[in-house]
């Protein structure tokens, strides 16, 4: 596990990603972009996160499949707070009040629409 503690970005759903295109087949938008950015075939199978709910004393590994990219930063603010994408399962994309950090090996891709490709 790494030691840096991330959340989620609010917000970020409204954010579009030049990757993918409507009905296109699964995985689209920040996924694809994911895969794209990390030249990847294939999208991870489980959820990158270790989990810390409020009143919880330690993190848990989460065992739910990736289903979607969702937007991290860091959960101290820093000069470098950028966000990334990294592949979540909906329960712990959805969590705005819980921590978390990263499992060893995890790749991020920045969330940058410019560094989309087509």
């Not at 959340?7 to 995985?27: E, F, L, Q, T, V």
């Not at 991870?44 to 065992?63: A, R």
Request: glycine share 4%; charged share 30%; with cysteine.
């Amino acid at each position: 596990m790494q030691s840096t503690v991330w959340i989620n970005c609010g917000g970020s759903s409204k954010r579009k990603c030049k990757c993918s295109k409507k009905n296109m087949p699964k995985p689209h938008g920040w996924s694809l972009h994911w895969k794209k950015i990390k030249r990847k075939k294939k999208f991870p199978k489980y959820c990158s996160f270790y989990v810390k709910k409020p009143g919880d004393k330690k993190f848990t590994k989460c065992i739910n499949e990736a289903e979607l990219g969702a937007h991290i930063r860091r959960k101290y603010k820093s000069l470098n707070n950028n966000q990334y994408i990294v592949p979540a399962c909906k329960s712990c994309n959805n969590s705005k009040k819980w921590s978390f950090k990263l499992k060893n090996n995890v790749k991020k891709a920045r969330a940058v629409t410019t560094y989309c490709k087509k």
